[in-house]
């Protein structure tokens, strides 16, 4: 399982929740600029026991990802009108993870906050969300961000850890390089 779209994990009023939060915080933490070109991609860092944390737990918990993991560190992203595509990267460093076949590897988790929440990924191709969806992806997803050339797009992340991979990284993030065939 490198990638997992859940639809419609979020109630409407839990997509509230999200947005209030999103509103609340907005007044006191800075929107920065993150891993982009352009700059037009930005991230708003949520606080661990904020209640936007707390429903991303819930989600996670209901979720069949939720065994032995738990939410490290959650943040809302915003994409401005004219925002590029990210280059295609892991969140976790594939080299540190281990991948044994009873070991929960550490993942990733995206929500849509409004339709058409995009995500780049290598071996899935464009995985379009629509509000309220979610899509969990583990450490050995290829994924970038998504252009958003004509509109801006709110959504909401999340870093899972695992009972093997307590913490998230640490303002890293591992590009993927394709490996070139040798031709004779």
């Known amino acids: 399982m490198a990638c997992n779209v859940v639809r419609g994990v979020l109630s409407s009023s839990q997509l509230q929740e999200l947005w209030d939060a999103y509103a609340e915080l907005r007044e006191s933490v800075p929107l920065v600029p993150i891993f982009n070109p352009g700059g037009r991609r930005r991230q708003m860092e949520v606080p661990q026991h904020h209640v936007a944390a707390q429903l991303a737990q ?50 990733s988790m995206l929500v849509a906050m409004q339709d058409n929440t995009l995500l780049i990924t290598l071996h899935h191709g464009t995985v379009t969300l629509n509000t309220g969806d979610a899509c969990f992806f583990d450490a050995t997803c290829v994924h970038g961000g998504a252009a958003y050339i004509d509109n801006c797009n709110t959504r909401f992340f999340a870093y899972i850890a695992s009972d093997m991979w307590r913490t998230p990284p640490q303002d890293e993030t591992y590009i993927f390089q394709a490996r070139r065939r040798r031709t004779k």
């Open 58 to 107: 819930s989600i996670l918990s209901i979720s069949r990802h939720g065994r032995h993991r738990h939410v490290a560190q959650c943040s809302f992203l915003h994409s401005e009108a004219g925002c590029k595509a990210q280059q295609l990267h892991t969140d976790w460093d594939p080299k540190k993870v281990s991948f044994g076949r009873h070991i929960r590897v550490p993942m």
